[in-house]
C-alpha cells in the first residue's frame, strides 16, 4: 500500500519532467540535432503549392504529412477548416508538387564495382534529382544477383548506404530458370521480379537466356505475381561491307551494328510465350516488361498487337532515346553509345508519338556508368567503348525540356515516372500523392533553367562520362522528400542515408 501510495505522489514529478523532456526534443535546434536523416526538424508538417500533382489532377493546396505518411490533400478553398495550429507550414508558391520519381531500371554497380557507381553516390544523385525510390538491376554488380546468397550481399553493401528507397531485381539466366526452387527462394528472398537478357549482356555471370528459360520463368513468377523484365535484342548475322564508310569512331558505324531487326526478332520471340499470361492463360499472373525500347517502327507495333489481345506487358523508353538522334552523335563521342543504339530523329518523333497515345506505359533512366577510361573518351571507338548512359540526377528536367514541344503535361510526368512504375514494381504504396500513401515528394521549378557543365553540382560518381553535358535544361529540382524526410533540399542532402530497403514479401 505505501509503495502504492509513494508512486502516485511520484506521478505529478515524472509528468513534469517528461513534459520538459518533450518541450527540449520538439524544439528545431534539438531535432535537427537528432534527426540526421532529414534536413527537416518536423515529423509532421505541411506543405503548400498553387501546382500539387494529385490522381485527381492538378490542384492548388497542401499536403499535410505526419509520420512519414500523406493523411490529408487539402484543395486551397478547404484550407481555412483544416486544424493546423502549432503545425509547421511549408509554402512552396508556384513551384511544382508531384509525387517522387520511381526510376526501375538502374544500375549501382554495388558490391563488386562501386568504383563505377555505388550505392552511396547513385542514391545521392537521385534524391538530388527528385527520385525518391529505385530499383537496382542484378548487373552490373559483381557477383550478379541470382541467388539468395547474391542478394544478401547486394542487402548488406546497401545497409546505411543508401539516401532514397531502394529496391532489387533478381536475375533470370540458364543456372536458375529450369529450376523452379531456385527461383522460389530468390523471390522469397524479396526481390521484386526478375530481369533477363535475349542477347549477350556483356557480363560473364549474366548469360542470355532463350526464349524456353523465359517461359519456364514466368510460369514461376505467375504465382508471385510479379513481373519479368526482358532486355530484348537478339543477335543476327549482319552484313556490313568493309570500307571507309566503317569508322569506328563514326556513331553511324556502331548504329548499324544493331538494327531495329534485333528488337523486332526478340520481341517477336517473347511475345510468342506472352499469350500465356493472358486472363486462363497458363502464366496468368506473371507480366512481361521490355524494358529500353529504341525501335518505334515494327518492334512497337508488335507490342501495341499484344496488349490489344490481352498478353499482360508494358514497355519503357528511355530520355536519352527521346532527347538525342543518330544524325548528331559528335564523332568519337562515345558517351552517346548504349544498346539497343540511339536511333535517327524519325524515329525519337515516333517515339515521342507513342508517349503522348500511350503506347510506351513509362519511363526508366537506365542510368548505367562505368569508369571513365572504358568508354573510351579519348580514343573514340564506337565498337569497343563500354555502352551507358550516365543521367539519374537529371531524368526529370530531361524530359520536361525535351518534352515541352509536344505538349507534355505536369500529370503526363507523373504517371510515367511515379504512378506506373510503382505499379510495375509492386510499390502500392508509393506513385502518388494520396491519402496513406509514403509521403515521397520532389518539389521542382519547371520554368527555372540551367547550364548542365562543369560547374553544375552532379553527385553520381564520374560526371565526365554523361552525354547531357554542355545541354541547356529546364526544370530545377528544390527539394526532395522520402518518407517524409527532407533528404535533399537547397542543393544540400541529409547528414545520414536513411533511405529503406523495399523487399517484396
Given at each position: 500500500m505505501e509503495r502504492t501510495l509513494l508512486q502516485w505522489r511520484l506521478l505529478p514529478l515524472l509528468a513534469l519532467i517528461?513534459?520538459?523532456f518533450s518541450v527540449f526534443f520538439a524544439s528545431p535546434r534539438s531535432l535537427q540535432g537528432n534527426n540526421r536523416c532529414s534536413l527537416l526538424p518536423h515529423d509532421h508538417y505541411w506543405i503548400s503549392s498553387k501546382r500539387i500533382v494529385t490522381p485527381d489532377g492538378l490542384i492548388s493546396g497542401s499536403v499535410e504529412v505526419k509520420g512519414g505518411i500523406i493523411v490529408s490533400v487539402v484543395k486551397e478553398v478547404d484550407w481555412h477548416k483544416s486544424q493546423r495550429s502549432r503545425v509547421k507550414v511549408i509554402d512552396y508558391g508556384e513551384a511544382v508538387i508531384m509525387p517522387g520519381l520511381i526510376d526501375v531500371h538502374v544500375?549501382?554497380?554495388?558490391?563488386?564495382?562501386?568504383?563505377?557507381?555505388?550505392f552511396s553516390s547513385g542514391t545521392k544523385a537521385a534524391a538530388a534529382g527528385g527520385i525518391t525510390t529505385l530499383v537496382d538491376m542484378p548487373l552490373n554488380s559483381c557477383p550478379s544477383t541470382v541467388s539468395p546468397e547474391t542478394l544478401k550481399l547486394k542487402i548488406e553493401a546497401a545497409e546505411n548506404r543508401i539516401h532514397v528507397d531502394v529496391g532489387f531485381w533478381g536475375g533470370l539466366v540458364p543456372d536458375n530458370a529450369l529450376n523452379s526452387s531456385a527461383l522460389e527462394s530468390l523471390l522469397d528472398a524479396g526481390v521484386l521480379g526478375l530481369k533477363s537478357f535475349m542477347c549477350p549482356s556483356g557480363i560473364n555471370d549474366f548469360p542470355m537466356t532463350n526464349i524456353t528459360h523465359i517461359k519456364e520463368g514466368l510460369s514461376v513468377l505467375a504465382k508471385y505475381r510479379r513481373p519479368l523484365l526482358v532486355h530484348a535484342e537478339v543477335e543476327k548475322d549482319l552484313e556490313i561491307e568493309d570500307g571507309n564508310d566503317n569508322d569506328p569512331r563514326s556513331y553511324l558505324t556502331y548504329l548499324k551494328t544493331r538494327p531495329?531487326?534485333?528488337?523486332?526478332?526478340a520481341i517477336r520471340n517473347l511475345l510468342s510465350v506472352t499469350e500465356n499470361t493472358r486472363i486462363g492463360g497458363s502464366a496468368e499472373g506473371a507480366h512481361v516488361h521490355i524494358v529500353h525500347l529504341s525501335d518505334a517502327s515494327s518492334s512497337l507495333d508488335l507490342i501495341k498487337e499484344a496488349k490489344g489481345k490481352g498478353d499482360s506487358v508494358t514497355v519503357e523508353t528511355c530520355p536519352h532515346y527521346l532527347a538525342f538522334s543518330a544524325e548528331e552523335i559528335p564523332e568519337g563521342d562515345?558517351?552517346?553509345k548504349c544498346s539497343p543504339p540511339i536511333r535517327d530523329a524519325a524515329n525519337r518523333e515516333n517515339l515521342w508519338e507513342a508517349m503522348m497515345e500511350g503506347d510506351i506505359d513509362m519511363l526508366s533512366s537506365d542510368h548505367s556508368p562505368t569508369k571513365p577510361e572504358l568508354k573510351l573518351l579519348s580514343d573514340g571507338?564506337?565498337?569497343k567503348a563500354w555502352g551507358g548512359i550516365s543521367s539519374l540526377q537529371f531524368v526529370l528536367p530531361i524530359t520536361w525540356s525535351y518534352g515541352k514541344k509536344y505538349g507534355v503535361t505536369l500529370e503526363q510526368v507523373a504517371s510515367w515516372w511515379s504512378d506506373r512504375p510503382s505499379k510495375l514494381a509492386g510499390l502500392?504504396?508509393?506513385g502518388a500523392i494520396a491519402v496513406g500513401k509514403h509521403a515521397d515528394l520532389v518539389v521542382w521549378e519547371p520554368e527555372a533553367e540551367f547550364d548542365l557543365d562543369k560547374d553544375h553540382p552532379i553527385h553520381f560518381k564520374h560526371p565526365s562520362i554523361s552525354a547531357y553535358l554542355g545541354r541547356r535544361l529546364s526544370g530545377k529540382v528544390v527539394s526532395t522528400f522520402v518518407r517524409g524526410n527532407l533528404v535533399f533540399g537547397e542543393g544540400k542532402h541529409a547528414s545520414?542515408?536513411?533511405g529503406s530497403l523495399q523487399l517484396a514479401t
Open positions: 517528461a513534459a520538459l544500375h549501382l554497380d554495388d558490391p563488386g564495382r562501386s568504383e563505377w557507381e555505388g531495329t531487326s534485333w528488337e523486332e526478332g562515345t558517351r552517346f571507338n564506337f565498337l502500392h504504396s508509393k545520414d542515408a536513411c
